[in-house]
């Protein structure tokens, strides 16, 4: 049974930053890719980051390039998202998430989910 549980999600100011991890258990954590995604209220869940097995490659939504930074740490069997220069556009609840495939943007590759955190942010 795969696990993944997000933390460091919160209250923050426009212009602040938080960083979210996501800690995994069963599976090897080194041969997934991981995803982060965000679903704001009435809204569709949507891709925000992932990042491939070995680091290398990343991938990034066009709403958070050169502010969200998404990396991870297969010692640890954690990933994180560190987000800078939050706008209130970002408020959202957080998911990681978990492909045994290739790194990807949708959200049907994935096949482990957290159970998200949320973040908040204040204008």
């Known amino acids: 049974q795969v696990q993944l549980v997000e933390s460091g999600g919160g209250l923050v100011q426009a212009g602040g930053s938080l960083r979210l991890s996501c800690a995994a258990s069963?599976?090897?954590?080194?041969?997934?890719?991981m995803g982060w995604f965000r679903q704001a209220p009435g809204k569709e869940r949507e891709f925000v980051a992932a990042?491939?097995?070995?680091?290398?490659?990343?991938y990034y939504a066009d709403s958070v390039k050169g502010r969200f930074t998404v990396s991870r740490d297969n010692t640890k069997n954690t990933a994180y998202l560190q987000m800078n220069n939050l706008k209130a556009e970002d408020t959202a609840v957080y998911y990681c998430?978990?492909?045994?495939?290739?790194?990807?943007?949708?959200?049907?590759?994935?096949?482990?989910w957290g159970q998200g955190t949320q973040v908040t942010v204040s204008s």
């Open positions: 998430a978990t492909d045994i495939g290739s790194i990807s943007r949708r959200l049907d590759d994935y096949d482990y």
């Open positions: 069963g599976r090897t954590f080194s041969s997934a890719t």
């Open positions: 990042i491939s097995r070995n680091s290398i490659i990343t």
